[in-house]
């Protein structure tokens, strides 16, 4: 039940941000089909990639039970599986936010919490 639920917090997400990268495009007179085809595709990508995230937590964990380390097993696979799902739920919502910055450019507060990601990102780099 819960690689479905992973699965549909990521569709949701993806299905939020081309929506508001649709309006966007709308708002600013920039509608393109090829923007919107790689970013269709980029979505699907993540949906593949969560997928087999969850498909290896199963299958790391049958091998656990195989080899009898049912407990490192679990752990391994549960850390991989939620990794790759927080990563790509910060990806999207920050993607979401974006598009809602340029969207309304009266939402200073949308700004501020992105330079501030911004600002962190470089840091790390």
């Known amino acids: 039940m819960q690689y479905i639920i992973m699965l549909t917090v990521v569709l949701g997400l993806a299905l939020a ?3 508001t990268g649709l309006i966007k495009g709308y708002i600013k007179n ?3 089909s090829t923007k919107m085809r790689k970013g269709g595709l980029n979505k699907l990508v993540e949906l593949i990639v969560m997928a087999t995230a969850c498909g290896l937590e199963i299958g790391i964990r049958y091998l656990g039970n ?3 380390a049912t407990q490192l097993a679990g752990i391994t696979g549960t850390i ?3 990794a790759v799902f927080i990563y790509i739920v910060l990806m999207e919502i920050i993607s979401i936010l974006e598009n809602y910055a340029e969207i309304n ?3 200073t507060w949308v700004a501020k919490i992105l330079k501030r990601l911004k600002n962190v990102n ?3 780099e």
């Open 105 to 107: 450019s009266q939402a």
């Open 122 to 124: 470089d840091k790390e």
């Open 80 to 82: 991989t599986a939620i």
């Open 17 to 19: 941000d081309f929506a």
């Open 30 to 32: 920039d509608l393109n």
């Open 66 to 68: 195989y080899y009898s």
